[in-house]
């Protein structure tokens, strides 16, 4: 019944590398995140679009649900930015969330965009994935979001 299924669907081998991670129990964050972090062959680029001075990000790691980047200006963490990036030579919009800064780079997180362009992502982060990051590796601490919110 499975493979009935897989072989109707349109989804393939390299949608799934990306799967969620497994919840740790024994975490002291209240959210665990739970995709995988990648550092990307290049880096991706992205411009703000919502706000009256606008600004740039420079993408070297991310997720299905973020990541993190050089900016180039201050933004408050919380501020929610209309994201437009550069993928390939196609474009990608998304609605971000900006939470804190880690030294030079600004983590944020994905909390809105349409089905196509989370695929045209996901498959650019499947391609990079040869670059992914241990768990025991990544220096970026997990947001509590429900403390957060």
């Known amino acids: 019944m499975v493979n009935e299924f897989w072989a109707k669907s349109s989804i393939n081998e390299e949608d799934m590398t990306l799967a969620p991670l497994d919840v740790s129990l024994q975490s002291r964050f209240v959210r665990n995140r739970r995709q995988q972090r990648v550092r990307l062959q ?3 680029r992205a411009i703000s ?4 001075e606008n600004c740039r990000l ?3 790691t991310a997720s ?3 990541g993190l980047a050089p900016i180039s200006r201050h933004l408050a ?3 929610s930015v209309q994201l437009r990036l550069q993928v390939g030579m196609r474009h990608m919009q998304a609605t971000a969330l900006m939470r804190d800064y880690r030294a030079q780079d600004m983590a944020f997180e994905i909390v809105d965009t349409n089905l196509e362009e989370r695929s045209k992502y996901r498959r650019l982060l499947a391609g990079s994935l040869t670059q992914a990051i241990p768990e025991s590796e990544d220096p970026a601490p997990r947001l509590d979001l429900a403390a957060a919110g």
């Open 77 to 79: 963490p919380g501020t």
């Open 58 to 60: 420079e993408i070297r």
């Open 64 to 66: 299905l649900s973020g």
């Open 49 to 52: 679009l919502n706000l009256k």
């Open 42 to 44: 290049k880096p991706l």
